[in-house]
């Protein structure tokens, strides 16, 4: 395509839809940063609150203030929440996989249409008559 051209509205919906990969591509990626740096954090809370003795006071937060709790309680309480955060940053990874492959896809797709039609006798291009 030389400068003077315009792009064709096909092309312009693989850009579209490569783009759109793209930023679901980022989004995914960060939600699982946020996921990992949140177990990080509920797996140093465990490490904390099991060297703590029986008889020792512990808070949970909540909100903005903290609230009187048992080790026994927060405990099981973190350990859920690590659980839960270690499910979504599977699903999260699967889904990260699958919107890469389809960015290769896309990305094989545009510079196919890129290169231009088949040169070859008997097949069909998308090209408008």
């Known amino acids: 395509m030389s400068a003077g ?8 919906e693989q850009f579209g839809r490569l783009q759109q990969l793209q930023q679901n591509l980022q989004s995914i990626m960060m939600q699982k940063q946020h ?4 177990q990080l954090e509920t ?13 020792d006071s512990v ?3 909540a909100g903005s203030i903290l609230v009187k709790s048992t ?20 699903v999260l990874t699967k889904q990260e996989a699958r919107l890469k492959e389809n960015l290769k896809e896309a990305e094989t797709k545009i510079r196919e249409m890129l290169r231009g039609p088949p040169t070859q006798t008997g097949q069909k291009t998308d090209t408008p008559k």
Do not use: D, H
């Open 5 to 12: 051209e315009q792009v064709p509205p096909w092309l312009q």
């Open 35 to 38: 996921l990992e740096t949140e």
């Open 43 to 55: 797996e140093r809370a465990l490490e904390a609150l099991k060297k703590a003795a029986e008889t």
């Open 59 to 61: 808070y949970k937060a």
């Open 71 to 90: 080790k026994a309680t927060l405990i099981s309480e973190l350990e859920e929440k690590k659980e839960l955060a270690n499910t979504r940053i599977t």
